[in-house]
């Protein structure tokens, strides 16, 4: 039986990049089919009592800062803790992975090279020449996605219908995996227990 796994995302997300590669391989070993939904988490934050990184208290900017040296190393990624262009606009990029969805191609590789793109290559997701890098290191044509897909009117509506989705499916946080029963796993530093998940249900 093919499990769906709502993935609630952001390109801009260490935390969604560091799982990205990991969460892609449990999706394979399990025959999971995983429906990626980029979300606008500024809003998601402001309704679920969350903040944005430069509001939070000194004390947990540093325990994030620690955290995220613990990871990339438990993931083996280079990524960079403090990268030129984080925060950047993300526009371009999600509409491109959203294009890449609407037309069957591979959206969640695509969205791990677009992490890839901030995390460890230092580069914008605003520049439109390092989003066509990312895509093809995906195999993908940013062109041609965007030849073949919808307006960015209606790929604007779409990142912020994944948004209104994740709230009510009672998200907080990113990267959030939601199985069809609703059970939410956040962040992660919770793949092991989304893939026990996974297998108990199949």
């Not at 998601?44 to 190393?73: H, N």
């Not at 609407?102 to 520049?127: F, H, I, N, P």
């Not at 793949?191 to 199949?202: F, G, H, S, V």
Request: with cysteine; net charge neutral; glycine share 8%.
């Amino acid at each position: 039986m093919t499990i769906t796994v709502d993935y609630y995302m952001a390109l801009t997300s260490p935390w969604t990049y560091l799982g990205s590669a990991p969460f892609a391989e449990i999706a394979r070993r399990n025959n999971v089919t995983v429906n990626i939904k980029p979300c606008k988490f500024g809003p998601i934050f402001e309704q679920t009592g969350g903040l944005p990184l430069p509001k939070r208290s000194p004390q947990r900017r540093a325990y994030r800062m620690m955290e995220l040296k613990r990871w990339r190393e438990v993931r083996d990624v280079p990524l960079v803790l403090e990268p030129k262009y984080f925060p950047c606009d993300d526009t371009m990029g999600t509409r491109l992975v959203i294009a890449a969805k609407l037309q069957g191609r591979d959206a969640l590789k695509l969205s791990q090279e677009l992490g890839r793109t901030v995390w460890e290559c230092e580069e914008s997701l605003a520049d439109p020449g390092h989003v066509a890098s990312a895509a093809r290191r995906a195999g993908l044509d940013a062109a041609a996605l965007r030849a073949g897909g919808p307006a960015d009117a209606e790929l604007n509506a779409l990142h912020q219908q994944y948004t209104e989705e994740a709230l009510t499916a009672g998200v907080f946080g990113a990267p959030s995996y939601v199985l069809p029963s609703g059970e939410i796993f956040w962040g992660q530093d919770r793949l092991e227990l989304l893939e026990r998940a996974l297998k108990q249900t199949a």
